[in-house]
Nanobody
Framework: QVQVVESGGGLVQAGGSLRLSCTAS????????LAWYRQTPGKQRELVATISSAGHTKYTDSVLGRFTISRDNTKGTVALQMNSLKPEDTAVYYC?????????WGQGTQVTVSS
């Protein structure tokens, strides 16, 4: 069983920064892809960034150059550094452990960017 817990959300002004953190417990977490998604009311959950076990990263176009995903395999953590935040980045952000068979999700953390 994998447990996923996010932290670090909050309220920030446009142009500011936030750092989200996620701790994933369970065996073999260091061997799978970790990801951050976000969701706003009435919309589908959107993939924001992924990082493979080898450290290869991918980003959705809207956050490229502003967000950075990183992981620490020794601690079972993944982080999302968000800079130059925009009001359209406002959403609930979810951490996801993608085992290849089943996805494990955290409870989500709210990020609100004021204009």
């Amino acid at each position: 069983q994998v447990q996923v817990v996010e932290s670090g959300g909050g309220l920030v002004q446009a142009g500011g920064s936030l750092r989200l953190s996620c701790t994933a417990s369970g065996n073999r977490v260091n061997l799978v892809t970790l990801a951050w998604y976000r969701q706003t009311p009435g919309k589908q959950r959107e993939l924001v960034a992924t990082i493979s076990s080898a450290g290869h990263t991918k980003y959705t176009d809207s956050v490229l150059g502003r967000f950075t995903i990183s992981r620490d395999n020794t601690k079972g953590t993944v982080a999302l550094q968000m800079n130059s935040l925009k009001p359209e980045d406002t959403a609930v952000y979810y951490c996801c452990v993608q085992s290849g068979v089943f996805d494990y999700w955290g409870q989500g953390t709210q990020v609100t960017v004021s204009s």
